[in-house]
Structures are given as structure tokens and as C-alpha cells.
């Protein structure tokens, strides 16, 4: 009997809450799936999962069940990894969740760079801006910057993110360049929630790293960085974004960036969070490490030393 065989199928058809769902992943029947927990229930002596019309949900036994069952094939699948890295590349799938603006410029660049040096390792990325749950996406690593709420998840800081002031040249020569911090409650200002804890004020640093809030406001939020940035190209007003969102665009002088004298932007630190400390996937482990390796400067944000994994 293939006992974490039918740990797999259980934790699957609880996480889609369907047999036929399940079945389309491992590529066999519903009846097949349905089986194998059949016979999990059996030897158990204790029913895993109530059956409806309508679909499956766990009992109370099988909420016991699937979450040390999750905990085991995670122990499986690391050692397994850990074994197969002893004499070759890592190997299989990386699933990586992170903000879509960070994702694009930052990441997809450096994880082609990282599946041309692995080529039996497949990467999935998704974008999120909020934090999904890691065991019911089947996700290994999430990327997150700011501090980190509470969480059951391992965070380890991988980067930093520099803020940078900017907006178009139609704007300012519309609205005037701000030379005083307090000047910006004089402009339409474009404001990026998922970047602001506070949708009127925005954070900045003085010559002794305290922080100053300054208010803010305009006509124009979104919660995605994206959005923010293209609307500060047509001109609508003054954005407060990670400096890796823009970085072709100031090249190219689409964006200016705005200075202030004794006080500058805030720098955000970058975290990856995965799901345990202990027996840590090697391809979770080689891929991070590639990452502070390769993250600089010239991306629009700053390495950090940080300890091998």
C-alpha cells in the first residue's frame, strides 16, 4: 500500500474540495481518488471526509489528519531534495508568488537568468499583492516588502527597496517643482496603497534616520504600483514608488525624480517567506541564494549580505 500515496490524493481533494477537481491532477479517475481515501478511512477505522452532491469538506479527524500529513510530505519532499541536489541541479517545480511591479522588473529578470543555469527546474510565478496561503496555492516562496505581519511563515530578508519621489515633466511644468517636503500637500499627489499604510501621509527620513510623516492627497489611489506609475507618466500628478517600479522610466526622462534637501525617501526592507526553517527545499534554498547574488543596484534595489540557507 502506497500510504503517502494516499496522503497526496486526501490533502488534494480537501485542498480542491472535489474528487473530480483532484483527479484532473494526477491525471486518473474520480472513482480512483474517492478509493484511495476509502481505504485510508479503513485502516484509519475513522471517516476522513463528509460526501455531498455538492462536493467533499474535512470531518474533524480528517482536519487532524491533513494538517500532520501536509507536514510530512513537506519533510518528504525536502529530503528527497536535499538527496538530489548531492549530485545534481535542482529539479521539479518552484512556485513563487510576489507584487506584480517587484515580480516583473526585478524577479522574472533574475529568475531566467537562474532557470538557464537549472534548466530541469520549472518556475511558476504569480502575482499577488496580497499574502496567499501557502499551503492551500502550493506555494514555496513569497516575496514581500515592508514589515512583515504575523505570520506562521519563515521570513528571511533578501533586499532592501528604495523609495524615490517622481512625476512627469508635463506635470511639473503644469504644477511647479517642489522644493520643500511641505510642498506636497500643495500638489495633486498619486497614491499607491499597497505601498502606504496610510492613504494621506507618506513616510521619509531625516539626517538622523528619523522618520517624518508628511500628508498627502490627491485624486488618483490604487492599490497596484503599476497602475500608480502609468498614471504619473500621463502627468496626473507627484507618486512616492520603490525606485525599482521606474528605473527605465527615469532613464529615459519619462519619470523625474524629486529631491529634498535633508530628507530622503524611505528604504524598505525584502522578504522571502516560505514554510518551514527546518529541511529547507535545496531548490528553495539555491534559488534564494541566487537571488541576493544577483539583486543590485542597477534594478533599482540593494543587496544585503545575508547567510547562506
Not at 503644469?174 to 497614491?191: D, F, I, R, T
Amino acid at each position: 500500500m502506497d500510504k503517502l500515496g494516499y496522503m497526496r490524493t486526501l490533502v488534494t481533494v480537501a485542498k480542491l474540495g472535489s474528487f473530480s477537481f483532484a483527479a484532473r491532477e494526477f491525471g486518473v479517475t474520480p472513482g480512483m481518488m474517492s478509493k484511495q481515501v476509502k481505504q485510508l478511512e479503513d485502516i484509519l477505522g475513522a471517516r476522513l471526509l463528509h460526501r455531498t452532491t455538492r462536493g467533499v469538506s474535512l470531518t474533524d479527524a480528517g482536519e487532524l489528519y491533513v494538517d500532520e500529513a501536509i507536514r510530512i510530505l513537506q519533510k518528504v519532499e525536502d529530503i528527497e531534495g536535499s538527496v538530489s541536489a548531492l549530485s545534481a541541479g535542482p529539479r521539479g517545480v518552484l512556485r513563487v508568488s510576489s507584487p506584480p511591479s517587484f515580480g516583473r522588473t526585478v524577479l522574472t529578470p533574475i529568475i531566467s537568468d537562474f532557470v538557464h543555469a537549472n534548466p530541469e527546474l520549472r518556475i511558476e510565478l504569480g502575482f499577488q499583492d496580497d499574502e496567499p496561503n501557502v499551503v492551500a496555492s502550493r506555494l514555496d516562496v513569497i516575496f514581500r516588502l515592508g514589515q512583515l505581519r504575523d505570520s506562521s511563515l519563515v521570513g528571511k530578508q533578501v533586499g532592501t527597496a528604495p523609495f524615490v519621489v517622481c512625476a512627469a515633466p508635463s506635470y511639473l511644468e503644469q504644477a511647479g517643482y517642489p522644493k520643500y517636503l511641505a510642498e506636497l500637500s500643495q500638489h495633486n499627489c498619486v497614491v499607491d496603497g499597497s505601498m502606504q499604510r496610510e492613504s494621506d501621509s507618506w513616510s521619509f527620513l531625516d539626517d538622523k534616520q528619523t522618520v517624518v510623516a508628511q500628508t498627502v492627497g490627491g485624486n488618483f489611489f490604487s492599490y497596484n504600483t503599476g497602475a500608480i506609475v502609468e498614471a504619473t507618466i500621463k502627468g496626473l500628478g507627484i507618486a512616492y514608488v520603490p525606485t525599482y517600479a521606474v528605473v527605465g522610466e527615469l532613464l529615459s526622462k519619462e519619470l523625474v525624480e524629486i529631491s529634498f534637501d535633508n530628507i530622503k525617501p524611505k528604504v524598505e526592507p525584502l522578504y522571502a517567506l516560505y514554510a518551514s526553517r527546518e529541511h529547507i527545499a535545496a531548490k528553495i534554498r539555491k534559488f534564494l541564494d541566487f537571488f541576493t547574488a544577483n539583486v543590485g543596484s542597477d534594478s533599482g534595489m540593494l543587496g544585503v549580505i545575508v547567510p547562506s540557507l
